[in-house]
């Protein structure tokens, strides 16, 4: 069975259907075919984008799926290193909409040092491009930091490999060599693939050392000096055309690059990769001349693939070039890390979308998972069987004393800035137990502030705050008896949401208030506002005596 369809059949397993893969977990399949291959180690697994955008949740396919299968490796005993390719080597093709400082404040090009930098630039590589905002050597350079911060943030061990360094250190001048003095062979594989492969194609592109811009036009090779002649000629870039200066220079092999069909079997050969993971676009494209170009070309096993489905943000395609993304920084604001590892142990062939309106079904599915590993729950064989694999690595430590919050009740207890009160609330709700040690409680409290940003950021039912101070509400004798018996109730030791919501109906009707009219006051003394969620298991969640308080107007 092929790694796509092992990830297929984990996708059926999920599903509870037919067909059900021998391992429950996808990165155990892959590992499978990884050792199938007896590799040397440290078994090397890798991503790799090619960094001209600000880098967002996409982008982290490529670490997070070779984390887990590297975990699976080392479960096993392996030594993995897992490597990370920065493209910084390519050419600046456009100007993105929007850029990330290093502390992940998605700007506008324009409000950057320098905006001019990257229209200046257009077709010089990324390395050799300003830094817009100043701060490191070039804007690929920029851009490679974020991408190493990106992996930090989610505490995936990763090595991050320049390019542009692989280049200049001459560790790609072996392979460049190899397919100079293979390219009769080389352009008759690519030209399988590609229609503008023609008798003049030569696998390398200069950078011109005049104007600085990368040319694809080599007028001549000397194998013996180890240089091309070249003419500055223009490129294509999508719907536009950067023009060259038409210089006539010579290069050496460390100065220019590969054409991506040749460089990223290139990048499996000289770093010596046994797994890459990549998604679909590149199963459609680059994968298939990849494979063919190390078999034929170079002389090598390709590294066993799988291919991902891309996922989108709140129903749209990400696009750093659009401005359509979602930084690492601004999930892990709304999430824990492990929630957001735990959404990349879901089989990577199905086709997913990341709408950060719908959250709290995401963090409640990772509770599940969890509670489902430490047998508090109980779920299918598949489930518990994929818990048992995957919750280990979506953690820093497996902790039975845990304790997590509900996180649209974390969302509640985020219209208060009083933590006290927070803890208060919590514990009154039975989801901090009296024995739950305090590490276990300091990390559950850790949620409301997330969820607090995840009602800001989509302004939702749970996007209000408490009223510390008591509103100048005023009332009528009828709504007053309708607070004080409900006030009684509660006092009385009521305290279950559905029964408190129960309770304002009767007691409204009780008293001859309007049910909607007494609901509006309700939510002005709490909130000081017209609406907000639901109001009985509101206040259910707050602490007995400030509700009873607060219903008879006193505080």
Same mark, same amino acid.
């Given at each position: 069975?092929?790694?796509?369809d092992?990830a297929l059949?984990a996708?059926?397993?999920e599903?509870g259907?037919p067909?059900?893969?021998?391992?429950?977990f996808?990165?155990?399949?892959?590992a499978d075919?990884?050792?199938?291959?007896?590799?040397?180690e440290?078994?090397?697994?890798?991503?790799g984008v090619?960094?001209?955008? %600000?880098?967002h949740?996409?982008? $982290?396919n490529?670490?997070?799926?070779?984390?887990?299968v590297?975990?699976?490796?080392?479960d096993?005993?392996?030594?993995?290193?897992?490597?990370f390719?920065?493209?910084d080597?390519d050419?600046?093709?456009g100007v993105?909409?929007?850029l990330?400082?290093l502390?992940?404040e998605?700007?506008s090009l324009?409000?950057?040092?320098n905006?001019g930098a990257?229209?200046?630039?257009?077709g010089?590589?990324l390395?050799?491009?300003?830094?817009p905002?100043?701060?490191?050597?070039?804007?690929?350079?920029h851009q490679?930091?974020?991408l190493?911060k990106m992996?930090e943030a989610?505490?995936?061990p990763i090595?991050?490999v320049s390019?542009?360094?692989l280049y200049?250190?001459?560790?790609?001048?072996?392979?460049?060599r190899?397919?100079?003095e293979?390219?009769? $062979?080389?352009r008759?594989?690519?030209s399988?693939?590609q229609?503008k492969?023609?008798?003049?194609y030569?696998?390398?592109n200069?950078i011109?050392?005049?104007?600085?811009?990368?040319t694809?036009?080599?007028?001549?090779?000397?194998?013996?000096?180890?240089?091309?002649?070249?003419?500055?000629?223009d490129?294509?870039?999508?719907n536009?055309?950067?023009e060259?200066?038409?210089?006539?220079?010579?290069a050496t092999?460390r100065e220019?690059?590969?054409?991506?069909r040749?460089?990223?079997?290139?990048?499996w050969k000289v770093l010596g990769?046994?797994?890459?993971?990549?998604g679909k676009?590149? !199963?459609?494209?680059?994968w298939?001349?990849?494979e063919?170009?190390?078999?034929t070309v $170079?002389?090598?096993e390709?590294?066993?693939?799988?291919?991902?489905?891309?996922?989108?943000?709140n129903g749209?395609a990400?696009?750093?070039?659009?401005?359509?993304v979602?930084?690492v920084?601004e999930? $892990?604001?709304?999430l824990e890390?492990?929630?957001?590892r735990?959404?990349?142990?879901?089989?990577?062939?199905?086709?997913r979308?990341f709408d950060?309106?719908?959250l709290?079904?995401?963090?409640?599915?990772?509770?599940r998972f969890?509670?489902?590993?430490?047998d508090e %729950?109980?779920?299918?064989?598949?489930?518990?069987?994929?818990?048992?694999?995957?919750?280990p690595?979506t953690v820093d430590?497996v902790r039975p004393?845990?304790v997590?919050l509900p996180?649209?009740?974390?969302?509640?207890l985020?219209?208060?800035d009083d933590?006290?009160l927070r803890?208060a609330?919590?514990?009154?709700?039975?989801h901090v137990?009296?024995d739950?040690?305090?590490r !276990?409680?300091e990390?559950?409290?850790?949620r409301?502030e997330?969820?607090r940003?995840?009602?800001?950021?989509?302004?939702n039912e749970y996007?209000?705050?408490?009223a510390?101070?008591?509103?100048? %509400?005023?009332?009528?004798?009828a709504?007053?008896a !309708?607070?004080?018996?409900?006030? !009684?109730e509660i006092?009385g030791g009521?305290?279950?949401?559905?029964?408190?919501?129960?309770a304002?109906?009767?007691?409204?009707?009780a008293?001859?208030v309007?049910v909607?009219?007494?609901f509006?006051t309700?939510?002005?003394l709490?909130?000081d506002?017209?609406?907000g969620p639901?109001?009985?298991?509101f206040?259910?969640?707050?602490e007995?005596?400030?509700?009873?308080?607060?219903?008879?107007?006193e505080?």
């Amino acid at each position: 069975m092929s790694v796509d369809d092992d990830a297929l059949a984990a996708d059926d397993a999920e599903r509870g259907e037919p067909g059900a893969a021998h391992r429950a977990f996808w990165a155990d399949a892959v590992a499978d075919e990884i050792e199938a291959r007896d590799p040397e180690e440290p078994i090397v697994i890798k991503g790799g984008v090619s960094p001209s955008g %600000v880098p967002h949740i996409g982008h $982290l396919n490529e670490v997070m799926r070779g984390y887990f299968v590297a975990e699976a490796l080392r479960d096993r005993g392996r030594e993995v290193r897992q490597v990370f390719t920065s493209d910084d080597r390519d050419p600046l093709r456009g100007v993105p909409r929007t850029l990330a400082t290093l502390d992940w404040e998605v700007v506008s090009l324009g409000e950057t040092e320098n905006p001019g930098a990257l229209g200046r630039n257009l077709g010089k590589p990324l390395t050799n491009v300003p830094d817009p905002f100043g701060c490191c050597d070039s804007f690929g350079d920029h851009q490679t930091r974020l991408l190493g911060k990106m992996a930090e943030a989610m505490d995936v061990p990763i090595e991050v490999v320049s390019n542009t360094d692989l280049y200049e250190r001459g560790e790609f001048e072996g392979v460049t060599r190899e397919l100079l003095e293979k390219r009769d $062979l080389a352009r008759e594989v690519l030209s399988t693939y590609q229609e503008k492969v023609d008798e003049e194609y030569v696998p390398f592109n200069p950078i011109c050392a005049d104007c600085g811009k990368i040319t694809e036009a080599v007028t001549g090779v000397d194998l013996d000096a180890g240089t091309v002649d070249y003419v500055c000629a223009d490129i294509e870039a999508g719907n536009r055309t950067i023009e060259g200066c038409g210089h006539e220079g010579t290069a050496t092999l460390r100065e220019g690059k590969l054409p991506w069909r040749f460089e990223w079997p290139a990048q499996w050969k000289v770093l010596g990769v046994d797994f890459e993971p990549f998604g679909k676009d590149h !199963a459609e494209g680059s994968w298939p001349s990849g494979e063919h170009v190390a078999r034929t070309v $170079l002389d090598f096993e390709p590294p066993v693939p799988m291919v991902y489905e891309w996922f989108t943000y709140n129903g749209d395609a990400l696009s750093s070039s659009k401005g359509t993304v979602i930084t690492v920084d601004e999930v $892990l604001s709304m999430l824990e890390v492990e929630v957001f590892r735990y959404f990349f142990t879901k089989p990577p062939k199905r086709a997913r979308d990341f709408d950060v309106r719908t959250l709290d079904q995401l963090v409640d599915e990772f509770d599940r998972f969890e509670a489902i590993y430490f047998d508090e %729950v109980g779920g299918t064989d598949q489930e518990r069987a994929i818990a048992e694999r995957a919750y280990p690595m979506t953690v820093d430590a497996v902790r039975p004393e845990r304790v997590r919050l509900p996180y649209t009740f974390a969302a509640v207890l985020g219209m208060t800035d009083d933590e006290d009160l927070r803890e208060a609330m919590a514990r009154r709700a039975g989801h901090v137990p009296d024995d739950a040690p305090d590490r !276990a409680v300091e990390d559950a409290l850790a949620r409301v502030e997330k969820a607090r940003t995840w009602a800001e950021r989509t302004d939702n039912e749970y996007n209000y705050r408490l009223a510390e101070d008591l509103p100048p %509400v005023e009332v009528d004798e009828a709504t007053a008896a !309708a607070l004080d018996a409900l006030a !009684a109730e509660i006092e009385g030791g009521l305290d279950d949401g559905e029964d408190v919501q129960s309770a304002i109906y009767e007691t409204a009707r009780a008293e001859g208030v309007e049910v909607g009219d007494l609901f509006a006051t309700g939510y002005r003394l709490f909130l000081d506002e017209e609406q907000g969620p639901r109001l009985g298991p509101f206040l259910a969640s707050l602490e007995r005596e400030f509700v009873v308080g607060r219903l008879r107007r006193e505080s």
